[in-house]
């Protein structure tokens, strides 16, 4: 597979950098915000030694096409992703951010990871294994790892002293945040998911799960960050879906897989390099999603 090299840090000379996440870069524009989103690829919490080639791009189109397409989307912190319209300071930078940014309206982000899930997968499956239930949500008995709800459940999660993601139950979100607040959130995290799921399912892949980020604006919230990609979603073929085990998937789960079984890694930082046969493999599964669900052959 034929891939331009990889954009794992951006430093754009006369931009004021404001930090770097795991995998976006995120600088200071005024009254506004720059949000690059590079190729670095994370895994475990770790920021792993290798990148994806075009995954930003992917992350990044995604992202748009849901903003647009969506009606529960419309509320959003997205300005524009021409460069053309972002301004002098960036412009001597267009050819790096073509693609891969966009320019969004500051938010007061609320720290509470808005996680929907419309099948039982990872964490969930493990607490249903336990204790037949997925934060704290009961849940029919005789569910098989990947079967489907009888209904999308809202599962919240937030950032733990470690760094790792801690399930939240939704009165423990309402004690933080308050219950119009979180509820509010709740209603529309999985109006979304389950506008996206339906559109979804016909282009032949099934949303697992995924979540959503909000911030306030204006005394209300609006969705941030990414939306509905490969990174912050389990995405399933819909031909292939046997409940019972592990499904394959467009997401980064091909990685995942290789540093459980093949790279001897203990999963504490250092994160070891991918080989290039993982790098091309994963390459492919963010692309194929892209043009599933777009049904656009080329990236903008």
């Keep these: 597979m034929d891939l331009p090299p990889a954009v794992t840090e951006t430093n754009l000379e006369g931009v004021a950098l ?31 030694g290798s990148g994806i ?28 992703a021409d460069v053309g319209e972002m301004g002098e300071t960036v412009a001597p930078h267009a050819a790096l951010l073509r693609g891969r940014s966009m320019l969004v309206r500051k938010a007061d982000v609320i720290p509470v990871e808005c996680v929907v899930r419309g099948y039982l997968a990872g964490s969930g499956w493990k607490e249903y294994r336990e204790r037949g239930s997925v934060c704290g949500i009961e849940l029919p008995e005789g569910l098989l790892e990947s079967s489907r709800l009888p209904e999308p459940v809202f599962t919240p999660s937030i950032k733990a002293e470690s760094g790792h993601d801690e399930n939240i139950s939704f009165e423990q979100a309402c004690e933080m945040h308050g219950s119009e607040m979180v509820t509010q959130l709740r209603d529309r995290s999985i109006a979304l998911y389950r506008e996206a799921a339906e559109y979804a399912a016909g282009r032949g892949i099934i ?38 085990g592990p499904q394959p998937s467009f997401d980064k789960q091909y990685v995942r897989d290789w540093l459980v079984t093949e790279s001897g890694w203990n999963k504490e930082p250092p994160a070891p390099a991918l080989p290039q046969h993982v790098i091309e493999r994963t390459a492919e599964k963010y692309l194929d999603a892209y043009r599933r669900l777009t049904g656009r052959d080329h990236l903008p």
């Design 53 to 80: 080639p075009l995954k930003g791009s992917v992350l990044t189109a995604l992202s748009l096409f849901w903003f647009e397409r969506l009606d529960a989307a419309s509320s959003n912190h997205l300005v524009t």
């Design 207 to 244: 949303i697992c799960d995924t979540k959503f980020e909000w911030g306030m604006a204006d005394g209300s919230p609006i969705l941030i960050d990414e939306v509905l990609t490969p990174d912050s979603s389990r995405f399933w073929p819909s031909d292939q879906y046997q409940p019972g």
């Design 18 to 48: 404001l930090r770097r996440g795991k995998v976006r870069d995120i600088y200071e524009l005024g009254e506004r915000l720059l949000i690059v989103a590079t190729d670095r690829i994370s895994a475990f919490d770790s920021v792993l």
